[in-house]
């Protein structure tokens, strides 16, 4: 497994391997790699890529000043091991240093889906978001990337901005990996105290519930009431001791909101778990 901290050594490997026929998959990542993690690059050796690039990178630019920046957590040697039992050809870890020279001014914007939920909420998120991910495709100029519907907003930010800027690959969306109690997994689930934890179960749990009924509804051809159901799915997680950020039923693709739960409606939701955010996600 090659291991690459410059940018511009990633870069020219991977241009060499695109010349002799490869095709190559990307699979970015802030590392403290998961079962999630792996489920993606073992999607990318399913599709038949010849060379599988993670790169590891916990990006500042998309931190928040009040946010884990500086304590999210890192763990080089373990991705190692973890990226090459999953089969990735190769590892990028840079530093902020070499990923942003000194007086970087150029950055991506997403303007219509970043609007709403994490966007709100976090603001600059998704702009630093998109500009990593950019940098990311230019260095790499990957045949497919792949991405995890944990993330559904940024996944559908970064299809977006393929299109918008015309880069010239696949986006790639694997399914949610979640822990055998339903709790989506995330490098962040290691910040949970064993109370904590036993809270966050509500997330999965309630939309899980939520997801049964509206499909039985759909089915019978009385959609649920959005409003009402995210209602009752907040009314559950303040039960289970969580701070809602928001419960939001909107239309899979244009993320705007939706007034019934209809087999084209993601519910997306964003607690707080003590000081941790968690989110979590299910399509109808
Ligand atoms: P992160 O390291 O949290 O920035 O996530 C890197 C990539 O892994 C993103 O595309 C995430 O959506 C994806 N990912 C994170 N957690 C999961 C999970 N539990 N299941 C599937 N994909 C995930």
Known sequence: ?????????????????KAAGAKIALVPTMGYLH??????????????????????????????????????????????????????????????????????SVYVNEEDLSKGLCGARRPGHFRGVCTVVAKLFNLTHPDFAVFGQKDYQQAQIIKRMVRDLNFDLDVVLAPIVREASGLARSSR?????????????????????????????????????????SAKVSE???????????VECVDASTLEPVKTLSSGTCVLVAVYDGKTRLIDNVLI
């Open 236 to 246: 559950a997680l303040k039960a289970a001791g969580l701070k809602v950020d928001y």
């Open 1 to 17: 497994m090659n291991i690459f901290r410059e940018p511009k050594k990633l870069q020219k490997w991977c241009r060499a391997r």
């Open 35 to 104: 079962e999630g993690h792996i489920s993606l690059i073992t999607a990318a050796k399913r599709r038949k890529a010849d060379e599988i690039v993670v790169s590891v990178f916990v990006n500042p630019v998309q931190f928040g000043p009040n946010e884990d920046y500086a304590k999210y957590p890192r763990d080089e040697k373990a991705d190692l091991a973890k990226c090459k039992a999953a089969g990735a050809t190769a590892v990028f870890f840079p530093t902020p240093e070499n990923m942003y020279l000194d007086r970087h």
């Open 189 to 229: 689930n290691t910040y949970l105290s064993s109370a904590e934890k036993g809270a966050a179960l509500a997330i999965s749990r309630s939309l899980k519930e939520l997801q049964t009924d509206a499909k039985k509804a759909v089915k019978a051809g009385k959609p649920l009431d959005a409003g009402k159901m």
